[in-house]
Each structure stands twice: as C-alpha cells, then as structure tokens.
C-alpha cells in the first residue's frame, strides 16, 4: 500500500479540500515515496496529527508527521488556526490605535512589539524621539526579552521533563510583571510607547523595582546554569537534537537565537542600531553546533547580556522630557489636555486622525524582539492609517525552520524541539 | 531625485544597471530604504546575481502590496540582507491584476518557501515554479484573498462552512 492511499482512508467532513491537500504535500515533499509494506503487522508506518492544540505546540499549532516507528520521515506544518488578520486591522486603523494590537501579536513580550511598531512609525514620519525614552525603551525591551527569555525556558525544561523549573521561571517572570505594572500601568499588555516618546516617565518606584530585580536576577541564573549546565539528562534530550547547520540557516532564514545558535552572529542591535544601542556596550552571544543545547546556551547568555544593557541604562539615563514636544506629531501630555484648549484639540487630533506621514512614503524598520528580527514596512498614502503595513514575524520564520529540522528526529523528541525554536503562534499567525 | 546610497549599496545599483540595464525601471530610495524596481521577466536571474556576486546570502522577507491602480496592480517585494557587507536591499516587481504570476524564487532562497506560499494565499498572486504552493492561514476551500483592497474588514458572511454542532453519531 502505497501512502498515497491515506488519502482515501482520512475522510474529513471539515474543510475537505484543504486537509487533502495536506495529506498530498505530505507525500510532495521529497521525490521518494516508500511503500509502506501491508503485511507489516505493527503499522509502524503512520500519520500522527499532533495539535493544533497540544500543550506543547505553544499556542495552535498543528504538526503532521509521517512516521516509521519513532523517527519523523516527513513534517508539514499547519498553521492558519489563529489567523487574526492583524495587518487588515492596521490598514483600517490610525498608527496609534493600533499599537495595543501589536501586544497581542507576540504575547510573550510586549514591550519590544510595541517599540517595534513606534519605531517604524518615527522612521517613516520623521519624528525625533528625546533621549531619555530611548533609554527607558531600551529598559522594557531587555526587561521584555529577559521575560520572554525565561518563559521559553520554563516550557522548554518543562517538555525536556522538569517540571518545578517552570515554577522557579515564572517566580521571576512576575518580578517583571510587577515592574512593569509600575512602569505602564498593566501586568501583561503594557503598550507604553507612544509615537515620539513612551507614555509616561519611570517612577523611582519603577527604577527601584528595576535595580532590584537587576541585582538578584543574576543569581538566580547562577543557580539555574548550575542545575542544568552539565545536567546529563538535559544534555542528553538536548545534544545533536534539531541540528541547523550554518548554511542551511542563511538558507532557510532561520533568525535569532536560531541564527545565532547555527554559528552567526547576526543581531538587529548591531546590524543596524536603533534606540541608543550604539552606545551601550553589550555582547552578541553565539555558538556553532546549531542544535538545541546550542540555542539553550545563546539564550542564557542572551539574559546575562540583557542585564548588563539594563544596568548601563539606568546609569547613563539623562534627565528630560520622555515624549517629543509636537503636539501635530504626537500626544501632548496630559497637564495641557487637562488645562489647556489647545491641548484638548491636539489630543482629540491626534485621538482621530493620528500622525500623517508623506504621501507615497516607504520605510521598513526591524529591531531584534527575543525571538529575532522583528520588522514593520509601511507603505503611507498620506491619511492617518497606512496603505499598506506587513509585518516581518520573527516567529514564523523560525517555524518555517522546524518543518525542516525535525525530519529525521524521534518522535519524542519534536517537543523539545520546538521548544527549543520557541515559536509564538500569536505572532506566527499574524 | 539624487540618491543617497552607501558605497555598497551604490556598487549593488552599478553593477545591476551594467548588467541588466534594460531591466531595471526605477531605482528610489524612501526614508532612508533603498528600493529597486525591476521587470518581472528578470527576477531569476537578477536575484541570482545578487545572491552569488553581490552576497545577497539572506531573504528576510517577501511581501505583497495591492496597488490599486488598473495596471500592474500587485506589487511583489524581497527584503534582501547581505550580511557581509551590513546591507539591505529591497527588490520589487509589479504584476498585472488578471491572473498575477511571478517566478518562485525559492531555489535561490529555501526561506522563499512560506514568505510565497502567505504572498499567493493574501494577494492570490500565483508563483511560477514553487515546489509546494497552498494555502497557508485560509483554508484551501476559501475563495478569497484577504488582503486585496476590496476584501471588506468584516469577511464575507458564509464564505467558510462552520463545523457541524452536533457530533458524529458514529
């Protein structure tokens, strides 16, 4: 029986036309096609549909794995099941209105999405943004990559079979949602940056919270590269499991920690500085096995690196205004909305219309978001909302990437594979 | 308008024009972004250049954008990185809006791969060549394209079948 029958034994009542096809491409993917032998009596030749909802897919994700026995032959993956057309709502929304989107897209660290966006934004309209924002941008991005860092390695311990890790990260995680319930006001979807500057100034609340959290973190990783650093059973799920070699991740454009692991040391934060990253002095962590313990090492690094950018930033963090002055350009402060009739118009503006780059204007700006290159083109017709915004996802790159590498694995060990890639469906699915 | 182009980059536009002078239409740079537009017949080939003489190594993105306008209305854009040289480059070709089609350039860059398949599933822009074109967030039983102009925000009511609330007897 060949597995091309597979299709007639699936008989799908939902979406007919679109499992077939996956079955089909399944079966497309390499030119060879082995017959799977029907005398074999243990069918250890199959299709297993894992997902779209399996706790360990991180968000709706669904694998088809062609099997024989326990070793993956052929992968497809689906995904579509969170399709929120986030970049149609772009197009029908002022820059501003929809900066709180981009929080839900990758959801494991917001504050870098919503930089992301405001970035961009600047770029294309032209807007200066004072100093000090940058330097408190650069604070909730490294908090932010430091956040999502520790969730990834909280699952990814967890799918590698350690439970209490997860307990252990996620009691450092709410550290960080504590400051940043001081800083923006909200634990989870912070969206505090504003076009021209951040919404409001830290409070030494806030900067007492950071410092804190900047002088115990450490230690916490200590103890944590201790327990697993030379672990033989984490080593053992980890070493030679998911290998990317270095060419093929220039080739399938792999980005991040995935890139960084396969040997290269590409980072948006050097590649083209944006905030004041050029002046501050940081290190781009990398390692050249390319596989999961290599990403397990990159990331760890990344976290001490993260804490040294913070630490710089709250020492050189000059004194000013946190948002540009123009009120065409972005929201006055809220002193002149109160007492002020110009302020009100110009919130009211601002609120409806929103800031109007130059008709026919296009900019791309990316920044380096815990899972990678993060990008946004905008392409303007000179209203408030953009003709066209598209959104250069780092996680759906990365998970263009593990339809590749998990060909040839075990089957147990695709979770700690992905795992280890660290895809975000929410921003996948964009 | 005069260009303001990094050396490399200004070498990128040289040696392109040199080489493909009848096929390169427009080179424009916005905010800081250079932008080269070129005939759609030339796509392979030029790519292929960028990708073996100029170190173009890496495609960070492809995209489509719907221009709207009664001729050449889809725009297909590559997002180019050389990393050796700190470079970005973004290459652009228009296609008509009756039956749009581009070469794949997934031979040259594996990671064309889904940037085209999400490209042809937004915009319906058909890629000549591609080793495994569907669908990829629609369902391949949705008639639409997303993100063209005059699909409405709301969707289109009944387009998808719902699954069925009562569940299977058997």
């Not at chain 1, 820059?95 to 839900?104: A, I, K, L």
């Not at chain 1, 967890?158 to 504590?178: H, L, N, P």
């Not at chain 1, 410092?211 to 973190?217: A, D, N, P, R």
Request: with cysteine.
């Amino acid at each position: 029986m060949k597995l091309s029958d597979i299709t007639s034994k699936v008989q799908p009542t939902f979406f007919k036309e679109h499992q077939k096809k996956l079955y089909q491409s399944l079966e497309d993917k390499h030119t060879t096609i082995e017959e799977i032998d029907e005398g074999d009596p243990l069918t250890t030749k199959m299709v297993l549909n894992m997902g779209p909802q399996h706790p360990a897919t991180h968000g709706v994700l669904r694998l088809v794995l062609q099997l024989d026995g326990e070793t993956i032959e052929k992968t497809k993956i689906d995904i579509g099941y969170l399709h929120r057309g986030v970049e149609k709502i772009a197009e029908n929304k002022t820059y501003q209105e929809f900066m709180p989107y981009t929080d839900r897209m990758d959801y494991l660290s917001p504050y870098s999405n919503n930089v992301a966006l405001c970035c961009a934004v600047e770029k294309i309209a032209d807007v200066e943004v004072p100093e000090r924002a940058h330097y408190i941008r650069m604070i909730g991005c490294e908090l932010a990559r430091i956040s999502s860092h520790l969730l990834w390695l909280g699952t990814m311990v967890m799918d590698a079979g350690a439970v209490s890790f997860f307990i252990w990260t996620f009691k450092e995680r709410e550290k960080i949602y504590d400051i940043m319930d001081r800083i923006g006001g909200h634990r989870f979807t912070i969206s505090h940056s504003r076009i021209g500057g951040v919404a409001n100034d830290l409070t030494d609340e806030a900067t007492g919270a950071i410092k804190e959290f900047v002088k115990t973190f450490p230690n916490e990783l200590k103890d944590w590269h201790k327990l697993l650093d030379r672990n033989r059973l984490f080593i053992d799920r980890n070493e030679a499991v998911g290998v990317l070699k270095t060419e093929d991740a220039f080739d399938i454009g792999a980005t991040g920690p995935v890139l960084r692991a396969s040997g290269y040391a590409m980072d948006i934060r050097k590649f083209t500085p944006y905030a004041r990253y050029s002046e501050v002095d940081f290190d781009v962590p990398t390692r050249l096995e390319g596989d999961n313990l290599a990403r397990y090492f990159v990331r760890m690094e990344e976290m001490h690196e993260s804490i040294r950018i913070i630490e710089q930033c709250l020492e050189k963090l000059p004194k000013g205004p946190v948002r540009m002055d123009d009120a065409k350009k972005s929201y006055p402060s809220k002193d002149e909305v109160y007492y002020s009739m110009e302020g009100m118009i110009h919130d009211f503006m601002m609120t409806d219309t929103g800031i109007c780059p130059p008709d026919g204007a296009e900019s791309y700006h990316a920044i380096e978001s815990p899972k990678g290159e993060l990008g946004y083109y905008i392409q303007s017709d000179g209203t408030g909302h953009p003709w066209r915004l598209k959104i250069n996802a780092p996680s759906y790159t990365n998970l263009q990437v593990l339809e590749n590498i998990l060909d040839g694995e075990m089957v147990a060990d695709t979770v700690v594979i992905i795992g280890g890639v660290d895809p975000v469906l929410g921003e996948a699915d964009k | 308008m005069s260009l303001n182009l990094s050396e490399y980059l200004q070498k990128t536009v040289d040696d392109l024009s040199g080489n493909f002078a009848d096929k390169l239409i427009h080179v424009y740079q916005s905010s800081g972004d250079t932008f080269i537009v070129i005939q759609a017949d030339a796509l392979l080939e030029i790519c292929k250049y960028l990708k073996e003489n100029l170190h173009y190594i890496y495609l960070s993105d492809v995209f489509g954008i719907d221009r709207y306008t009664s001729e050449e209305r889809f725009e297909v854009v590559y997002n180019l990185l050389s990393f050796k040289h700190h470079q970005r480059v973004f290459i652009k070709v228009r296609c008509e809006e009756e039956n749009p089609e581009v070469d794949s350039v997934s031979k040259i860059w594996k990671a064309a791969n889904w940037f085209e398949r999400e490209v042809y599933d937004m915009f319906g822009v058909f890629f000549r060549n591609h080793p495994d074109l569907r669908r990829i967030y629609m369902p391949e039983d949705f008639e639409y394209y997303p993100l063209r102009k005059e699909f409405p925000l709301l969707g289109i009511p009944g387009s998808i079948p719902l699954p069925s609330t009562t569940p299977d007897t058997d």
